[in-house]
């Protein structure tokens, strides 16, 4: 029997695997587990529903994995933290770019709060674009790039910035601003900050329009992309390093898109699966 197997499906189910490893509480771990099995059964045996819908279903996954992150996992994360680490890496690596104890700018904070936040909505705007209207299956592939990023946040745990205190004085701003300070505070202690994924997904997007989308659509990405990065550090989101890790995996994953195939095929011996069916 012959397997072929996305680049999303394995990177989740790496995802996955690291979870259940990493993981030290016993429903987080049972939980895991029976998502792991149940995955590993739908994409041996690939059923038509599952096959046609298959990438509408990861942006979905990975959608829901974040809250799951947050809520589920993060528990068992907490002694393993590396803001510090990682403060320290951004400082040795990009000094300049270390706007933790700038003054805040009333008008400055308030676009760049609407920028960050209306990211989420581009991303999924621009998902629903290249696969529903262009059929543009490398856009949603691209998309596997969440699930190295929700592995990278098991082995190297961080909040960003406003752990370590280095955050805006968010009362004395705009409405904006502090929409996103409610929302930060509302999901205190996730663990989304190495690699930056507002920065990887943006420049994901800029390039693929660059490459099969109107020269419209690039020409309005540019900027909104360049103020999606500089509001991750100005902001206090993420350390510098971040951003540039999200950023060497967008251009990573879009150089590999152009050269290889984004499917492995795998030879699964026929007895073994046949011996599947039959017990169940």
């Known amino acids: 029997m012959v397997l072929t197997l996305e680049f999303w499906e394995l990177f989740f189910l790496i995802f996955l695997t690291a ?4 993981t030290n509480h016993l429903l987080s771990f049972y939980s895991v587990f029976s998502f792991l099995v149940l995955f590993t059964h739908l994409i041996l045996f690939k059923p038509d529903i599952y096959k046609k819908f298959c990438y509408h279903f990861q942006f979905i996954l990975a959608l829901l994995m974040y809250p799951f992150l947050s809520y589920v996992i993060l528990p068992t994360l907490s002694e393993r933290r590396c803001d510090t680490n990682l403060f320290q890496l951004s400082n040795a690596f990009f000094p ?3 706007l933790s104890h700038i003054h805040h700018s009333y008008w400055i904070t308030e676009v760049l709060s609407a920028v960050y936040f209306l990211a989420i909505f581009v991303n999924i705007g621009l998902f629903w674009f290249f696969l529903s209207y262009r059929s543009n299956k490398l856009s949603a592939q691209s998309q596997f790039t969440w699930f190295f990023a929700f592995t990278c946040y098991l082995i190297f745990p961080a909040e960003g910035p406003h752990s370590l ?4 004085d968010w009362l004395s701003l705009g409405p904006i601003a502090n929409f996103n ?3 930060i505070r509302s999901i205190n202690g996730t663990i989304d900050c190495f690699p930056s994924m507002h920065t990887c997904s943006m420049i994901q997007w800029l ?3 660059w490459r099969y989308g109107p020269s419209l659509l690039f020409l309005i990405l540019l900027p ?3 103020l999606v990065v500089l509001s991750t550090l100005y902001l206090n989101y993420h350390y510098a390093i971040d951003v540039f890790a999200g950023g060497v995996l967008a251009f990573l994953t879009y150089g590999y898109m152009q050269k290889f ?3 492995l095929t795998l030879s699964i011996p026929y007895k073994i699966v046949t011996l599947w ?3 169940y």
């Not at 979870?19 to 990493?22: S, W």
Request: glycine content about 4%.
């Open 96 to 98: 300049s770019l270390d």
């Open 181 to 183: 300070y409610n929302i």
């Open 277 to 279: 069916k039959k017990e």
């Open 261 to 263: 195939p984004l499917t």
């Open 207 to 209: 390039l693929l329009s």
């Open 19 to 22: 979870t259940l490893f990493l």
């Open 165 to 168: 205190g280095f955050s805006p």
């Open 224 to 226: 909104f992309s360049c």
